[in-house]
């Protein structure tokens, strides 16, 4: 390197090794800064099946998209500048093309680096989960016998069921969803008949409670 | 119109000794060479015609080869992932491969963003545009450093969300959307502020291909350097000027060396007496230490 063959003393030495330190570490606690602000995962956008928690699927992906163009519906993508996740990693919206579920997970089998588990059964797979965010909106909460939610989820009479129920004063069926069954494919709220989905796939610490008692005010 | 005003002025030179072509051959090569692999990335998605799978950051050849990164790998490593076998595979034979044929021709071969920056530099010499703010070129060193730092502390692979590389290839394989900002950032940096300033200053890929390339098979030498008549066209034409002095004017080996050349041959096409040659370690006698 140029700076060994230079004449230096100690004094200059060590001054030029400390401002080196502290460029890099103001560098790198810059770029961090931004990465954590960047890294916020967005509710919209899920993770091909198989995926890693968040925290360590984005030390894993390389962003080369290999599962992208292994899935043969098109559903997946990855982020570009100005869209919700992190730039560069595939995700998919529901409400546009959902996950089709395929038996063999070819998106999850061509990743290359471990951050989708290619040996992954679909049925395990974690996605998110189906959230009836809609109350006011839903069909059969106004009564009718829309259901198209539950018919159309490819985990028949598992992860979706109707529930009898009483509503303003009037009986209905209320699509509920199962989570344990549930792997938030997502194809309930593709074909949500309402303007905006009323049922929609959220990732799963936004969309599900958590048993045990409320931790906020109290002593550990 | 006269198409002549194209050619630039550091071909001059060579183009008057060897004719237009033979002064654009290794630049010719390069952008062919550059274009092909894009192109070869594109034709799964665009034509269905699967070749490559995947894109620069990670792929599949012929549905059997891997191939990687490697400093992607290493800042996820720094990330604290755990890659699996296809992954590092794959960064291994690229490592392997440019290793041979030298680090940075990843950047003067491969590369997208050369194109960018050296169309930056061949407007800057046609405008005339001087304007050169110095930067260390060790810079890059830091900014290497600094990402794998990022990384660690966040727990990502924290360049990936700011490279302009990553960008520019994903720009014609998948998508970037508001990304090209950032190549524009490049280019109006290089065009305006700075001669050669990213890849010859700043880029932490570029530096990161330069510690691989300090042990490169394949190197350009010097060979008929009695011959140098002092025109300065290769010093001119090169992004990394200061890798040509101890070849050329030392009295050592006539081999460039340093692991910032990046093998892309300007030296070669802009030399009116034929000084420079691609060839290798092994067949140019390498000088002893201090010789």
Redesign the interface.
């Given at each position: 390197?140029?700076?060994s063959k230079r004449k230096m003393n100690r004094r200059t030495a060590i001054t030029e090794t400390a401002r080196?330190a502290g460029?890099?570490?103001?560098?790198?606690?810059s770029?961090?800064a931004?990465?954590?602000m960047?890294?916020q995962a967005d509710a919209r956008a899920l993770r091909p099946p198989g995926a890693q928690p968040e925290?360590?699927f984005?030390?894993?992906?390389?962003?080369?998209?290999?599962c992208?163009?292994?899935c043969p519906y098109g559903t997946l993508?990855?982020a570009?500048?100005?869209?919700e996740p992190?730039?560069?990693t595939p995700f998919f919206t529901p409400r546009e093309v959902p996950c089709y579920m395929c038996r063999d997970v070819p998106c999850a089998r061509?990743?290359?680096?471990?951050a989708l588990d290619g040996d992954i059964a679909i049925r395990d797979a974690n996605m998110g989960v189906a959230v009836l965010v809609g109350h006011e909106d839903c069909l059969n909460y106004k009564g009718m016998n829309c259901s198209i939610c539950v018919r159309v989820c490819p985990i028949r009479g598992d992860a979706i069921t109707l529930e009898p129920g009483e509503y303003n004063g009037r009986r209905i069926m209320i699509p509920t969803v199962h989570s344990r069954h549930c792997t938030g494919c997502g194809t309930c709220e593709k074909h949500c008949v309402t303007g905006h989905a009323s049922i929609r796939v959220l990732p799963r610490d936004l969309g599900l409670g958590g048993s045990g008692r409320n931790r906020a005010g109290r002593k550990a | 119109m006269n198409a002549r005003w194209l050619i630039a002025d550091s071909r001059r030179l060579g183009v008057q000794a060897h004719g237009v072509l033979r002064a654009h051959k290794w630049w010719l090569l390069r952008r062919i060479c550059q274009i092909s692999v894009l192109g070869l990335f594109m034709l799964?998605?665009m034509a269905g015609i699967?070749i490559a799978?995947?894109?620069f950051?990670?792929?599949?050849i012929g549905g059997v080869v891997?191939l990687?990164?490697p400093y992607?790998?290493i800042q996820?490593l720094f990330?604290?992932?755990?890659?699996?076998i296809?992954?590092v595979t794959?960064a291994i034979i690229i490592a392997l491969a440019y290793l041979i044929v030298g680090g940075r021709v990843y950047c003067g071969w491969v590369c997208p963003v050369n194109i960018v920056t050296d169309a930056a530099f061949w407007l800057r010499e046609k405008t005339g545009l001087t304007r050169d703010r110095k930067l260390d070129r060790?810079?890059r060193l830091?900014?290497l450093?600094?990402?794998?730092?990022?990384?660690a502390?966040?727990?990502?692979?924290?360049?990936?969300?700011?490279n302009p590389v990553?960008?520019m290839q994903?720009a014609f394989?998948?998508?970037?959307?508001?990304?090209w900002?950032?190549i524009l950032a490049v280019f109006l940096l290089d065009l305006f502020v700075s001669r050669r300033a990213w890849c010859g200053h700043l880029c932490p890929v570029g530096a990161f291909y330069g510690l691989i390339g300090r042990g490169s098979l394949v190197r350009v030498a010097a060979v008929n350097r009695d011959a140098c008549t002092d025109c300065g066209a290769c010093f001119t034409i090169c992004p990394e000027p200061h890798v040509i002095v101890p070849g050329l004017k030392g009295t050592g080996s006539p081999l460039i060396l340093s692991g910032d050349c990046q093998n892309c041959g300007g030296c070669i096409d802009a030399c009116p007496v034929d000084v420079f040659r691609m060839t290798t370690r092994l067949t140019v006698p390498q000088a002893r230490e201090g010789g």
């Open positions: 390197m140029a700076s080196a460029a890099v570490c103001l560098g790198g606690f770029l961090a931004l990465v954590h960047a890294r925290a360590d984005l030390s894993a992906c390389v962003r080369c998209g290999l992208v163009q292994a993508s990855l570009e500048w100005g869209q992190a730039v560069g061509a990743c290359p680096t471990g | 799964g998605p699967w799978r995947g894109n950051a990670a792929s599949q891997p990687a990164d992607i790998l996820g990330g604290g992932a755990s890659p699996a296809p992954v794959g060790r810079s830091g900014i450093a600094a990402t794998l730092l990022a990384s502390l966040t727990g990502t692979v924290a360049w990936e969300f700011v990553s960008l994903r394989i998948s998508g970037i959307g508001f990304g900002a950032i």
